[in-house]
Every structure is written in C-alpha cells, then in structure tokens.
C-alpha cells in the first residue's frame, strides 16, 4: 500500500512551495492532501482504479493527477522539478523542533546552509548569530532539536517497532516449521524507544526458517544470514535480528535475549551465588567438580524458578525497581489491558480528530469499553481546531443524543483545556462545570522556566474542575524533548488534590514515561491511561500506555480507568468539591 509514501512525498512538495514562499493555498492544500490521505483505511491505489480518488476530502485535479503519476511510475515531476531548485536535503532542516521553512530558507539564502550538519557546524561556529531573528537562545534550541532529531533516528518509538514486528511476526508464524514464536529485547520488554527488533523462534529446520525471513517482502537488505541468526534491514532502514534455537532451550534463549543487559547481569549474580550458571542454552547447577548439570531450559517460569525467583514480567526485567525485584519483595499483580474499561481522552470531528463521536464511539464499544470521554481542545488551540463555548452546546447535544440510543455504554461529554501561560484555563467556570470530565494540559510555552512550568501545572491541579493532567511533561519522541517541570512537587499537587496524571499512549508521547510512572506511583500519585486517539485506528494505542504503567510496576488499583462507570464519576464527581 502506497498511501504513506504519497502523503510523505505530497507533504515534501508542500514545504519546498513553502520555502519558495508560493501561494499559501496551494501549499495548504498539498498538506491537507497528506493528511487525508494518511488517514484513509483503503489502498489507495485501488481507490484510483475504482475511479474514486476525489472520496477523499481535500484532492482536486491537480493533486489527484500528481497521485495517478506516483502510481504509474513511481515518481513525481513536479518533486523532481523543485527537487532541482533547492537542495533535497533542506527537508531534514525543516524537520528539526524550532525550525520552519522560513528559517530553512533563510540558512540557505544567507550562508547556502543545505544539510543538518552544515547547520549544526554553522550553529556551533557562532555563523548564524546576526541573521534576522537569530539569538544566542535561537541557536541553543536548534542545538539541541538537532540532537533530538538525530537520537529520534537511531531509536524509533515502541508504536513504530510493533507495527514492524507484527508483519515479520505474521509471516513466520504460518511457516509449519516454527513452532513457537516470541519478540524478545527493548520490545518485549516495552521499552518507549526501540533501537532494532529481536524476534526468536523454535524450530528443528532453521535453514528453512532463515530463507523464508530474508526473502520477506518488507527485507530491504540482507546483512548476515546464517543457520541461528540472520539480520535484515527493513525498507523503514530498521534493523530485525531472527535467532532460531532449538525447542528445548526456547524459554533459556527467551529469558536471555530479552534482556535487559543489566537484568540479565543481576541474574548471573544470583546464578553465582547458588553454584549455578545461566546462559541462552539453560540454567546449568555447576559441581566442585566443575561439571555442568542442565537444571531448566524449556520455558522462562521454570529457569527462573531454578534461580530461586518467581516469574517475572519482561517489562520489570529494567533498572526500574530493581532493587525491589532482587530484594525478594513479592510482584504485585501489574495492571493488564482487559482491566481497562474506558479511554477519557479522545478527540473529534469537533476539534482535530478524524472521526465522528459516533465512530469513536462504536470503536470503542467493539474495544470492550464502557465509556468514552470525547475530549476536544479548548479554543486557544487553534491550530487544532479547539472548541467555541457555541459549539460545546451543539456538541453536548450530540452526545445526548447518542447516549439516549446506546446500551451498557456511555459517552462522556469531555474537554482538553488548555493552561495558558500563567496556569490559567482556557474556559471560564461556568463553562466547565459543564462537563462530565476535564483534563488540562499544556501546548505552548514550553520554552518557559522551570519555576513558571511548574506553578501553570500545580495550578491546574488546583482548579477544582480538573481530574487529570495530559501528557503532563511534554515529550514528543524524536521531535521535542520534556519541558522542564520539578515532577516532584506536580507529584505533590496532584495527589494534594486528587489529580490524575495521565499515561498519555499515544506513541510519539508514552507520557508520562515508565521511569517517571515509577516515581510519581512512590509518591502516592494516581493515574489515568488514555489513547489520545486522533481516528478510530489511534484507540488500540491504550496497549502501549499498559505497557508503561506494567513498567512502572502500576497494579489495576493505580489506574483510574479501571473503575466501571458508576464508581468513576462519583470519583470525578468527588472531586470536584
Ligand atoms: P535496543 O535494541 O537497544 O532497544 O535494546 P535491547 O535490549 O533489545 O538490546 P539488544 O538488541 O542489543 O540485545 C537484545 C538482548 O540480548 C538484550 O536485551 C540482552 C541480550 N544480550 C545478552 N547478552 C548480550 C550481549 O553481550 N550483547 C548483546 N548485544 N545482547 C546481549
Ligand atoms: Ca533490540
């Protein structure tokens, strides 16, 4: 399916016009193009041989044509021609967090800056101070979004290595020859960043194994190819590494390859202090002798077992409480994706989501929820659309009026506000006492100090409307780093006045992250975990958002989603004292 090539290649073009300052409508309509495109379920290749390319909102002749010329031959004149004009690479510019076009443009025209790294070597050599616009300040931010870039590049996000996995997973799966099959390392383990995908099968004809893998259609490229591992390079330029073991070493190999490295450390330490000896092939009780006995090797339960330990789940096997684990502190019962009965953060049709409440709703229902909190922004987020207090009465009827149809499920009339600058919410009082749920969250000033950051979340905290705060650091994986707030006392406001703070699930988000779940839990924080969802496809993302409560050792307890719909909004209700 081509779709996300074009939406990207539609996008490429609308910022060369932007940086050859053509007409806004024009570029406009190529980057709503994209994101239509990028939104849509159906190949789009076959909604062109069905002559239905102009269903999708957005496309006109021009684009539509540009669209029938990709299909038929990979590429785009129009591209190529810009492409000819301005350096290709001045797109990786434009990418980086503070840069626009303008400021692409600008490097170019000034100093004929044309890659990231002439602009990193210009920034560091004091070039750019002078240019319009440009100050020390500038210059550090560019600095540092060029490091978040280039880190971005080298770990992509848990979202972007599932989706990648489960293809590769798929395929090797229906193979007769593999018997059992498991994604080990970061991914098992859930970590929010993934630098390449370990994948482990059991099988007696590995060769067979080994050839089907390489010759997957989403191999770009071969770089090792053996009888026990093979590595690959996709076409998205991620590496995936096959082991293939033999069945009854499958839960030794399992336990070692999912690591972490520093898991697998403290285990051998264990090992060592009982005389025995743990590698990828089993745990071995080791004689004076020196003769090595096989004492577990089938499943990972039974290895650790042998170890002395109980299971453990792979998102603990981190330095995140770790010395809880090897402290012999019993694991509670971490929290799973069937304990959660709602998602209290979406968006709509009303702000910038993609579906309608009905659709989100229907989704949600056929995910098992009870509830479904419809949280539009609020109106100083213009680019995203936000909510008119007209337009919330329109919008709580549509919810009324679906809700008075529904069975055994219930859409909550929400809102994303936005904290201004100074802490302040974006609707008046009134206007929140309206809603079923408010959660605040912050989307601009992020460049602010760390004492100013801090007091606008303490404040939200504080509105007695407010139950939770959305992504409350602000990270963007590969785009934007945390801003900077002292967590510690948000840790304190939030649980002086009985706020959520959200696991934001979204993938770029994961927010807030497993380290800091861990730490907000041990100060007596509360959380919600929510999708964020922008489109139906977006609300299966509640998976990533467990995952990182599991690492932050979170029970079902902890989560305030977990409550069926009557004890929830006596919570809610509770707190809006
Ligand atoms: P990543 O890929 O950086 O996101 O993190 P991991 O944990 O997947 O690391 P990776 O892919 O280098 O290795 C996979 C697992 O293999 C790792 O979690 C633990 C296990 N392992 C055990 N000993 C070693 C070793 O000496 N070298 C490597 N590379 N892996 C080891
Ligand atoms: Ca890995």
């Known amino acids: 399916m081509k779709n996300k090539e074009i939406a990207d290649l539609l996008d490429r073009i609308g910022v060369l016009l932007e940086i050859k300052d053509d007409n806004v409508f024009k570029i406009r309509a190529y980057h709503k193009a994209a994101e239509n495109i990028a939104s849509v379920a159906e190949d789009i290749a076959t909604l062109r041989q069905e002559n239905r390319l102009s269903e999708i909102p957005g496309i006109g002749k021009a684009i539509e044509e540009k669209i029938a010329e990709y299909l038929d031959t990979g590429k785009i004149k129009a591209y190529q021609e810009l492409i000819q004009e301005i350096p290709e690479t001045l797109l990786d510019i434009v990418n980086i967090p503070s840069i626009g076009p303008k ?10 800056i044309k890659n990231v790294d002439e602009l990193r070597w210009a920034a560091e050599d004091g070039k750019l101070l002078g240019l319009p616009g440009i100050k020390e300040k500038t210059i550090e931010n560019i600095l540092s979004g060029i490091k978040v870039v280039q880190a971005g590049q080298e770990r992509m996000n848990l979202g972007a290595a599932t989706q990648i996995a489960e293809q590769f997973v798929a395929a090797l799966k229906s193979l007769p020859e593999v018997k059992e099959i498991s994604v080990a390392g970061s991914l098992r383990r859930s970590r929010e960043t993934i630098r390449d995908i370990d994948i482990l099968v059991d099988s007696t004809d590995p ?25 690959v390079l996709t076409k998205e330029n991620v590496q995936v590494d096959l082991r293939v073991v033999e069945p009854k070493s499958f839960g030794a190999a399992l336990l070692y390859f999912t690591g972490s490295k520093n898991f697998n450390v403290k285990l051998r330490q264990v090992a060592m202090k009982k005389n025995m000896k743990v590698n990828e092939y089993g745990i071995f009780r080791v004689a004076v002798s020196g003769k090595e006995t096989c004492v577990a090797s089938c499943t990972e339960e039974e290895c650790l077992n042998a170890l002395g330990l109980g299971y453990i789940p792979p998102e603990l096997r981190e330095d995140i409480g770790e010395s809880e684990l090897f402290s012999g502190r019993k694991i509670p019962k971490l929290i799973e994706l069937k304990d959660i009965r709602g998602d209290l953060h979406v968006h709509s049709t009303w702000s910038d989501g993609r579906n309608t409440i009905a659709q989100m709703a229907e989704t949600a229902q056929k995910l098992g929820y009870e509830y479904l909190s419809i949280s539009d922004h609020s109106p100083r987020l213009r680019v995203a659309g936000g909510v008119s207090p007209e337009n919330l009465k329109k919008k709580k009827k549509e919810i009324e009026d679906l809700n008075s149809k529904l069975k055994n499920f219930r ?9 201004d600058s100074d802490g302040n919410l974006d609707y008046n009082e009134k206007i929140l006492s309206e809603f079923d749920i408010v959660i605040a969250a912050i989307h601009s000033g992020f460049e602010q100090k760390q004492a100013q950051l801090t007091k606008r979340l303490v404040k939200a905290c504080q509105s007695k409307y407010v139950t939770a705060i959305a992504h409350p650091t602000g990270v963007h994986l590969g785009k934007r780093e945390p801003y900077d707030i002292d967590l510690k006392e948000i840790c304190k406001a939030a649980v002086d006045t009985n706020t959520f703070l959200e696991i934001n699930s979204f993938p770029v988000r994961l927010d807030l992250n497993s380290h800091n779940v861990y730490f907000a839990h041990s100060q007596g924080v509360q959380f919600v975990i929510n999708s964020d969802a922008h489109s139906i496809d977006h609300l299966p993302f509640m998976k990533f958002g467990v995952a990182i409560a599991r690492r932050g050792w979170l029970t079902k307890e902890d989560v305030l989603n977990t409550l069926p719909l009557k004890q929830l909004e006596k919570v809610i209700k509770n707190r809006n004292r």
């Open 411 to 419: 859409i909550l009339f929400g809102t994303e506000v936005e904290i």
């Open 207 to 231: 060769q067979k194994v080994m050839e089907t893998f390489v010759c997957l259609p989403q191999v770009k490229q071969i770089t090792v190819q053996g009888d026990t591992k093979s590595s």
């Open 103 to 112: 400021k692409a443009k600008l490097f170019w025209e000034e100093l004929r």
